[in-house]
C-alpha cells in the first residue's frame, strides 16, 4: 500500500471511529458511570444519581446514613426525572421525612409522576407537604409513624390504601384528593382535622375510631362512602360530610354537636340517629331529598334551614326531655304543600311545633 493510500485509508477509519464514539455517546445519554454501583440497581439516599438507566426496577436505600432536607431535594429531582421507571425507597434507619421532601411550594405544579414506593420502618415523623403532589406513589409502609404533617399526601393519586395504626396526629388536608384510596387505617388519631379525606371520591372503608372530632369538610365529597361509624366522636363540624352522595349508614353514639352544611347534599341518607345531639346548627342536613326519620331526643336547638328540601321527612324525633326547643327560621322549608311530618316531643314543646304553620305536625308528646 502506497503512501497515499495508506493516509486515505486512516482519515476514513479515523472519520469512522469519531462518529462511532458520538452515537454511543448520544445513544447513552440517561446512562452514566455511577462507580459501579448501577450494576446492584440500588443507591443510597447520601449519594442519589442525578439521573438513572432506562432498567425499570431500582432502590434507593438510606445505608444507615442520616438522612438531610439536601439529600431529599436530590431524590426528589431524580424522581421527577426518572419517568418510565419504578422505583422503590426502602429506608430501615431514618426517623423523620422532612417538610416539602418531595414537594417544592416554589413549584407547585410540577409532581412526581414516576411510579414509587415508600418502607420506612423506624419513620415517626411525616412532615408537612412531605408527599404533596405526589402522583406517581402507590405504597408506603409507616409502621412506627405517630405524627402526620398537613397535606403530607396530598395529590397523591395513586395511593390506594393508608395503614398508620400507631398514628395520633394527623395535619389539615392530609389526604386532599387521594382519588385512589379506598381504605383507611388510623385507629388512634384523635382529631380529624379540615379537609384530611376531602374529594377522596373512592374511599369506602374507614376506621378512625379513636376520633372525637370530625373537622369542617373532613369527609366532603366523599362520593363513595356508604358508612361511617366514630364511637368517640362529640363534635361535627361544619361541611364534614357534605356531598357524600352514597352515604347511607351513620354511627355517633356519642356526638352533642352538628355544625352547619355537615351532611348537606346526603341524598343516600334515610334513617338517622343521634341520641345525645342537643345542637344542629344551620343547613346541617339541607336537601338530604331521601332522608324519611330522624331522632334527636335530647336536641334543644334546631337550626335555620337545618331540614330545608328533605322533602321526603315523615317522622321525627326531638326535645323528648322536659325544656325549652328552639326552632330556627325555614327549619323545614321547602316541603310540598300539606306535608305532613309526625313529631314525638315533650309536651312543654307542641306549641314550638305548632307555631311553624308552613308545615302539618302530628304531635305525640311524652310525659
Not at 343 to 356: D, M, R, S, Y
Request: contains cysteine.
Amino acid at each position: 500500500m502506497n503512501k497515499a493510500s495508506f493516509f486515505i485509508h486512516s482519515k476514513i477509519y479515523l472519520t469512522f471511529l469519531i462518529f462511532a464514539i458520538m452515537f454511543i455517546s448520544f445513544g447513552c445519554a440517561e446512562t452514566i458511570d455511577f462507580s459501579g454501583s448501577a450494576k446492584s440497581n440500588e443507591f443510597s439516599l447520601a449519594t442519589v444519581p442525578t439521573t438513572l438507566p432506562k432498567d425499570n426496577t431500582w432502590t434507593i436505600t438510606d445505608s444507615g446514613d442520616t438522612a438531610t432536607t439536601v439529600n431529599f431535594e436530590g431524590l426528589r429531582d431524580l424522581l421527577i426525572k426518572a419517568k418510565g421507571r419504578e422505583i422503590k425507597l426502602d429506608f430501615p434507619n431514618i426517623e423523620k421525612i422532612p417538610d416539602n421532601a418531595f414537594f417544592n411550594p416554589a413549584t407547585i405544579d410540577v409532581k412526581v409522576e414516576t411510579t414509587f414506593s415508600v418502607s420506612a420502618k423506624k419513620v415517626m415523623n411525616i412532615g408537612e407537604n412531605a408527599f404533596y403532589n405526589c402522583t406517581g406513589l402507590t405504597d408506603v409502609d409507616f409502621a412506627e409513624v405517630t405524627t402526620i404533617g398537613a397535606r403530607a399526601f396530598r395529590g397523591c393519586k395513586k395511593l390506594g390504601t393508608v395503614n398508620f395504626q400507631k398514628a395520633t396526629i394527623i395535619g389539615v388536608s392530609a389526604f386532599h384528593d387521594c382519588i385512589a384510596l379506598e381504605t383507611v387505617f388510623i385507629p388512634k388519631v384523635q382529631v380529624i382535622e379540615s379537609s384530611t379525606f376531602q374529594g377522596c371520591t373512592t374511599l369506602k372503608t374507614v376506621d378512625v375510631s379513636s376520633a372525637t372530632t370530625i373537622g369542617a369538610s373532613a369527609f366532603s365529597n366523599c362520593t363513595t362512602l356508604k358508612t361511617v361509624d366514630f364511637p368517640l366522636a362529640t363534635i361535627i363540624k361544619d361541611h364534614a360530610f357534605s356531598g357524600c352522595t352514597a352515604l347511607k349508614t351513620v354511627e355517633f353514639p356519642l356526638a352533642t354537636t352538628i355544625d352547619s352544611d355537615a351532611f348537606i347534599n346526603c341524598t343516600a341518607l334515610v334513617d338517622i340517629n343521634f341520641p345525645l345531639v342537643e345542637t344542629i346548627n344551620g343547613n346541617a342536613f339541607m336537601s338530604c331529598i331521601n332522608l324519611r326519620s330522624i331522632s334527636f331526643p335530647k336536641t334543644k336547638t334546631i337550626g335555620t334551614s337545618a331540614f330545608t328540601g328533605c322533602s321526603s321527612l315523615a317522622t321525627m324525633t326531638v326535645a323528648t326531655e322536659q325544656g325549652e326547643l328552639t326552632i330556627g327560621t325555614d327549619a323545614f322549608g321547602g316541603s310540598t304543600p300539606n306535608h305532613t311530618i309526625q313529631v314525638t316531643t315533650h309536651t312543654g314543646n307542641t306549641a314550638k311545633f305548632n307555631e311553624l304553620g308552613f308545615i302539618k305536625i302530628n304531635v305525640t308528646t311524652k310525659p
